[in-house]
């Protein structure tokens, strides 16, 4: 009878550990940079790159403003790469909604090798208050 109480009693521990696990990871994939799902962005900019150019030699954005980055790959394989905005995208991985949370000027760069051009293929995304 005791085994018995003391099995029952590990299950139900096991399984409150288990749920609390379960919520830690939660609360810990919604940060500030949040999803697609989880973010609404209010704005949308489209950054396009072709053979060792990006389309615009900078970007705006405003600090605190949910804002969605989609990525258009025009000519030759490309990525972008701003590791301050924890943000990386490329042709499996076009587009993410994100919320700047710091004012300054983000180095961007080509983050799939290109060719002679690449260390060359560099912009920037300024984020305003």
């Given amino acids: ?12 521990m096991l399984i ?4 609390a696990c379960g919520g830690t990871k939660q609360s810990a994939e919604s940060g500030s940079n949040g999803s697609d799902a989880e973010v609404t962005a209010s704005e949308e900019l489209v950054i396009k790159a072709s053979n060792y150019e990006f389309d615009q030699p900078e970007y705006r954005l405003k600090k605190g403003v ?7 790959n025009v000519n030759g394989n490309h990525g972008i790469l701003v590791p301050e905005l924890n943000l990386q995208l490329d042709t499996r991985n076009s587009s993410k909604v994100i919320t700047p949370d ?5 180095e961007m760069s080509c983050s799939v090798f290109c060719g002679s051009g690449h260390s060359s293929m ?3 995304i300024i984020v305003e208050e």
């Fill in 1 to 12: 009878m005791m085994k018995k109480g003391i099995t029952w009693l590990a299950a139900c």
């Fill in 16 to 19: 409150l550990v288990l749920a």
């Fill in 66 to 72: 949910p804002v969605k980055i989609v990525y258009e």
């Fill in 102 to 106: 710091k004012v300054g000027e983000f």
């Fill in 122 to 124: 560099i912009s920037k």
